[in-house]
């Protein structure tokens, strides 16, 4: 993996936030996305980060 690699959260229509690699945003565009957070330094930050979305209520978990 690569140390420039970033990360996001990406919300779906049906309320469920997935942590997405920056690669896979851009091969994402043409699917539909409700909220987008991020970029995030490391994958483990966005996994805090959807954690904290889920308890505020804002993402369901998966």
């Given at each position: 993996?690569?140390?420039?690699?970033?990360?996001?959260?990406?919300?779906?229509?049906?309320?469920?936030?997935?942590?997405i690699?920056?690669?896979?945003?851009?091969?994402?565009?043409?699917?539909?996305?409700?909220?987008?957070?991020?970029?995030?330094?490391?994958?483990?930050?966005?996994?805090?980060?959807?954690?904290?979305?889920?308890?505020?209520?804002?993402?369901?978990?998966?």
């Amino acid at each position: 993996m690569s140390d420039s690699q970033s990360w996001y959260i990406v919300k779906r229509p049906a309320g469920n936030c997935e942590i997405i690699a920056s690669n896979e945003v851009t091969a994402d565009k043409n699917s539909q996305a409700i909220e987008k957070w991020g970029p995030f330094d490391s994958q483990a930050d966005a996994i805090a980060r959807r954690v904290g979305l889920i308890r505020a209520g804002r993402c369901q978990p998966v």
